[in-house]
């Protein structure tokens, strides 16, 4: 669990870490709330004492010219939105938030994002009901950030979805030993025939049939789960074959490759997002939504857009530690400070309270929804009366007060 008000009911808690992969694996504290919260190296006791949490709760717009630059949906009337019109401005990380069934997806999903993708994209889905979206001449594209898998095939990986595999591809096919036996970078790529094992064609793994039960997998016998073939392996670069090479996790790989002008930002974006611990072979079915959903963000970071990219996020946070949610936001912010817009439905307080713009719906969800019950800055919302997520914000703040005292 990483719900705090979960965390803080229960009788006993069990705490793993300190990081994640081979970073992780280690008991870190047990027992009660207040002996978790007294543990100095608990990363989860810090997070409950309050520790650097909403320090930067905004009081104002970080930048009120952003408004002069703005999308603005309007005649919102889709499901329980009733006829409202919403202004998002652009170049700011704005949170749109309510309780649940308060029309958010409503509006940010099927609505808004549906209308950007047909205008940009030429996509077919068919808005929600509204009037119109102006401001679209401010935003050269749009990117969904979800936590979906990476791809339909489990031979996706960290390496093929960034792109760092193209490169370390070419590289091999740049070696002494792959020119003089006339390899492509093809011959490197475990999806086609030349390079790779053919028993197990590529993926490392042999599929048994249990008939009534799901199948299992066992290394391939003749790869050794490494996928190549002999001669492919045979070409090394700094000592390391491609099947080495994958095995490397971002955070190794990214000090293996740092001559490499091409690969060096790719693996470095992977690290930023918190995910140096992961394998580049590891197989996508093998991560979580949370990981899909960093790689997509890294994936983002390496690019050297300027056309003004608005990235929609439908609760980034689920599924995600205190620490990883710190993670995320300093990600959000700098593509923010490139000059892009970001707009993420959320209810983690965290985020909320470090977001430029809130747009909070309510009052409550279904019928008793589908209003814009405030706008401002996080510092605004918290003297909204009718905000529900201003009330939130408020106790947030005391709560943490409260928990500071106690360390």
């Known amino acids: 669990e990483h719900d705090e008000d979960m965390i803080r009911s229960a009788d006993h808690i069990i705490e793993l870490g300190p990081g994640a992969g081979a970073h992780g694996g280690e008991l870190i504290a047990q027992g009660s709330l207040e002996d978790v919260m007294a543990e100095e190296n608990s ?14 709760i905004r009081n104002r717009a970080r930048n009120p010219l952003g408004m002069e630059r703005r999308i603005i949906v309007k005649g919102a009337r889709e499901h329980n939105l009733r006829n409202v019109d919403v202004e998002i401005p652009l170049g700011m990380l704005v949170a749109v938030t309510g309780p649940s069934g308060s029309g958010k997806s409503t509006l940010v999903d099927k609505i808004l994002k549906r209308s950007l993708a047909r205008t940009l994209q ?3 889905a068919i808005p929600g009901e509204h009037d119109q979206v102006e401001g679209v001449e401010h935003i050269g594209r749009l990117v969904v950030v979800d ?3 990476l791809g339909r095939s489990p031979r996706s990986n960290p390496a093929t979805y ?5 490169h370390i591809r070419a590289l091999f096919a740049q070696l002494p030993l792959s020119r003089q036996r006339g390899y492509s970078a093809g011959r490197f790529s475990f999806n086609i025939k030349g390079g790779r094992c053919e028993k197990c064609q590529g993926g490392g793994a042999l599929r048994i ?3 009534f039960l799901n199948d299992a997998f066992v290394s391939c016998d003749s790869c050794g789960g490494r996928r190549y073939n002999r001669e492919t392996l045979e070409v090394t670069y700094k000592g390391r074959s491609i099947a080495d090479v994958l095995n490397l996790t971002a955070e190794e790989a990214g000090e293996f490759f740092n001559k490499v002008p091409r690969l060096s930002p790719l693996l470095s974006a992977l690290c930023e997002v918190g995910l140096g611990y992961l394998r580049l072979g590891q197989s996508a079915n093998t991560l979580s939504g949370g990981e ?3 790689i997509k963000l890294a994936a983002e970071l390496a690019k050297t857009s300027h056309d003004g990219v608005l990235y929609l996020l439908d609760e980034p946070t689920t599924g995600l530690h205190h620490d990883d949610v710190k993670v995320l936001l300093r990600v959000l912010q700098r593509l923010r400070d490139a000059g892009h817009s970001v707009l993420v439905i959320e209810h983690n307080m965290e985020v909320i309270a470090e977001s430029d713009w809130v747009i909070d719906l309510g009052p409550g969800g279904g019928r008793h929804g589908g209003e814009v019950v405030a706008v401002g800055s996080p510092g605004d919302l918290i003297s909204e009366k009718d905000s529900p997520t201003g009330k939130w914000l408020a106790k947030a703040e005391r709560d943490v007060e409260k928990s500071q005292s106690f360390s």
Do not use: E, I, S
């Not at 960034?162 to 193209?166: H, I, L, N, R, S």
């Open 122 to 124: 030429g996509a077919k």
């Open 147 to 149: 936590q979906a898998p």
């Open 43 to 56: 990363p989860t006791g810090r997070w409950l004492r309050g520790t650097g949490r909403y320090a930067a």
């Open 209 to 211: 049939d249990m008939h």
């Open 162 to 166: 960034t792109g760092a595999f193209d």
């Open 292 to 294: 899909a959903q960093r």
